[in-house]
């Protein structure tokens, strides 16, 4: 593989380090002006000015050259919350959440989570790939390098199998890293609604062990919600998953305290997601445990809901914050992390640089990958956006618009405004 210089940057802006960002540090973003960026062998090698890059390393003359054409640089983005293996569609029940029905009235009349599930027990592996190939796309268009995929619209022992199989067949398909997530505890199916306890059982003692077995997934989630999974009912689970190797998250506190914070924080996970509903002791615990909040302010916005998550709060208090887009077919139907930014610079209050660090390295430190992505630093993986902007502040300034303008995956320029350049991954 030959080096790749990016040259011509107006700016590099970047989080530093390997951990998640909290506090005052979150918003610590390092910027660099009229910048370089040398890619050999899959990582970073060199950040800094072209006068810096040719004291230390010269002319390079053999470098592939890619011009930055006064754009801003910053790390790959990271989605570590998304549902991508499903299959079917949900719009009629967005048109009746338009005339005013809410998502719980409508999941309680047999949509919602189940109807997606209906669908995707239906379709084949194959049918699940085909299904999810055009969704990476869009997320590479839009600078996601890395995402999480869980299951949970299978729901039993072969439909969750099916759907993680399909995850692990697309991620060779398209050069997306995928990190699958097992979450097989996403709502009680309906052949066990008269018996939830059963249906517990075979999460924990037979498709969590099974799922491990046949290395299929990193993470185990649940949803801790009322009128779900309670506290204690998640915390069976998450157990069950951390014996079986599978590392805990959790959908927490999302349209009601359910506990789901102070669960996260007490067994440590690696993220409490969504938390619109969460109370100041939960946001004080997820603090003192330094699990990442890891919000989806997309579901707020497509749900038209009036509660959105306490992100200036949990800054303040120390949580550190990520953001995803949490891309499923019926609360959060994107996969534009540039979108999920701008949303959380005007509805959630974060600052500019709050919110890169949020989808780049506290999203990655998240799904235990801070020591490989997230930063542009020597040494890490060369997973690199250029956006056409002259500085940071345009991911938000400019709104409405998808701002990369190229992709770098792993030192190889991938893709270029709207032409993909490498398919498949080697």
Same mark, same amino acid.
């Given at each position: 593989?030959?080096?790749?210089?990016?040259?011509?940057?107006?700016?590099?802006?970047?989080?530093?380090?390997?951990?998640?960002?909290?506090?005052?540090?979150?918003?610590?973003?390092?910027?660099?002006?009229?910048?370089?960026?040398?890619?050999?062998?899959? =990582?970073?090698?060199?950040?800094?000015?072209?006068? &810096?890059?040719?004291?230390? /390393?010269? #002319?390079?003359?053999?470098?592939?050259?890619?011009?930055?054409?006064?754009?801003?640089?910053?790390?790959?983005?990271?989605?570590?919350?998304?549902?991508?293996?499903?299959?079917?569609?949900?719009?009629?029940?967005?048109?009746? =959440?338009?005339?005013?029905?809410?998502?719980?009235?409508?999941?309680?009349?047999?949509?919602?989570?189940?109807?997606?599930?209906?669908?995707?027990?239906?379709?084949?592996?194959? !049918?699940?790939?085909?299904?999810?190939?055009?969704?990476?796309? =869009?997320?590479?268009?839009? @600078?996601?390098?890395?995402?999480?995929?869980?299951?949970?619209?299978?729901?039993?022992?072969?439909? !969750?199998?099916?759907?993680?199989?399909?995850? +692990?067949?697309?991620?060779?398909?398209?050069?997306?890293?995928?990190?699958?997530?097992?979450?097989?505890?996403?709502?009680?199916?309906? !052949?066990?609604?008269?018996?939830?306890?059963?249906?517990?059982?075979?999460?924990?003692?037979?498709?969590?062990?099974?799922?491990?077995?046949?290395?299929?997934? +990193?993470?185990?989630? *649940?949803?801790?919600?009322?009128? *779900?999974?309670?506290?204690?009912?998640?915390? =069976?689970? /998450?157990?069950?998953?951390?014996?079986?190797?599978?590392?805990?998250?959790?959908?927490?506190?999302?349209?009601?305290?359910?506990? @789901?914070?102070?669960?996260?924080?007490?067994?440590?996970?690696?993220?409490?997601?969504?938390?619109?509903?969460?109370?100041?002791?939960?946001?004080?615990?997820?603090?003192?445990?330094?699990?990442?909040?890891?919000?989806?302010?997309?579901?707020?916005?497509?749900?038209?809901?009036?509660?959105?998550?306490?992100?200036?709060?949990?800054?303040?208090?120390?949580?550190?914050?990520?953001?995803?887009?949490?891309?499923?077919?019926?609360?959060?139907?994107? #996969?534009?992390?540039?979108?999920?930014?701008?949303?959380?610079?005007?509805?959630?209050?974060?600052?500019?640089?709050?919110?890169?660090?949020?989808?780049?390295?506290?999203?990655?430190?998240?799904?235990?990958?801070?020591? &490989?992505?997230?930063?542009?630093?020597?040494?890490?993986?060369?997973?690199?956006?250029?956006?056409?902007?002259?500085?940071?502040?345009?991911?938000?300034?400019?709104?409405?618009?998808?701002?990369?303008?190229?992709?770098?995956?792993?030192?190889?320029?991938?893709?270029?405004?709207?032409?993909?350049?490498?398919?498949?991954?080697?």
């Amino acid at each position: 593989m030959r080096d790749l210089l990016i040259t011509d940057l107006a700016e590099i802006a970047t989080p530093l380090g390997t951990t998640s960002r909290r506090g005052r540090d979150q918003g610590a973003v390092s910027k660099v002006r009229d910048g370089e960026i040398l890619c050999r062998d899959g =990582r970073i090698l060199f950040v800094g000015t072209r006068a &810096e890059r040719e004291a230390t /390393l010269g #002319e390079l003359p053999d470098a592939e050259r890619l011009d930055g054409r006064r754009g801003t640089a910053v790390p790959g983005f990271v989605d570590a919350h998304t549902h991508l293996p499903w299959a079917g569609s949900r719009e009629m029940e967005f048109a009746q =959440r338009l005339a005013g029905r809410s998502y719980e009235e409508i999941a309680a009349a047999g949509g919602g989570i189940l109807s997606t599930v209906r669908s995707t027990r239906g379709a084949s592996r194959d !049918e699940l790939v085909a299904a999810m190939l055009p969704r990476l796309e =869009r997320m590479l268009a839009c @600078g996601t390098t890395t995402a999480e995929a869980k299951s949970g619209y299978g729901l039993s022992l072969p439909d !969750e199998l099916r759907q993680l199989e399909a995850i +692990r067949a697309v991620a060779r398909l398209q050069p997306v890293e995928l990190v699958p997530t097992l979450l097989a505890a996403h709502e009680v199916p309906a !052949e066990h609604r008269a018996d939830r306890e059963r249906y517990l059982r075979e999460v924990c003692e037979e498709i969590i062990p099974s799922v491990a077995a046949a290395g299929l997934a +990193r993470f185990c989630d *649940v949803f801790c919600e009322q009128g *779900v999974f309670s506290a204690a009912e998640s915390r =069976r689970v /998450l157990a069950a998953g951390s014996a079986h190797g599978l590392l805990p998250r959790l959908h927490a506190d999302e349209f009601a305290d359910s506990g @789901g914070a102070a669960l996260a924080a007490e067994l440590g996970a690696w993220s409490a997601d969504h938390l619109m509903a969460v109370s100041e002791p939960g946001i004080e615990a997820l603090a003192a445990a330094g699990v990442t909040a890891l919000l989806l302010p997309g579901t707020s916005f497509f749900l038209r809901k009036k509660a959105w998550a306490p992100a200036r709060r949990m800054v303040e208090a120390g949580v550190p914050v990520a953001l995803a887009t949490d891309c499923n077919p019926g609360s959060s139907n994107t #996969e534009s992390l540039p979108c999920i930014a701008q949303l959380a610079v005007f509805e959630l209050g974060l600052t500019i640089e709050e919110v890169l660090t949020a989808v780049t390295l506290n999203a990655a430190a998240s799904l235990a990958l801070g020591e &490989e992505i997230g930063s542009l630093e020597p040494g890490k993986r060369a997973d690199v956006l250029v956006l056409d902007a002259p500085n940071l502040l345009h991911l938000a300034y400019h709104y409405g618009v998808n701002p990369v303008r190229s992709v770098v995956k792993a030192g190889r320029e991938i893709y270029r405004a709207g032409n993909l350049l490498l398919a498949h991954r080697d």
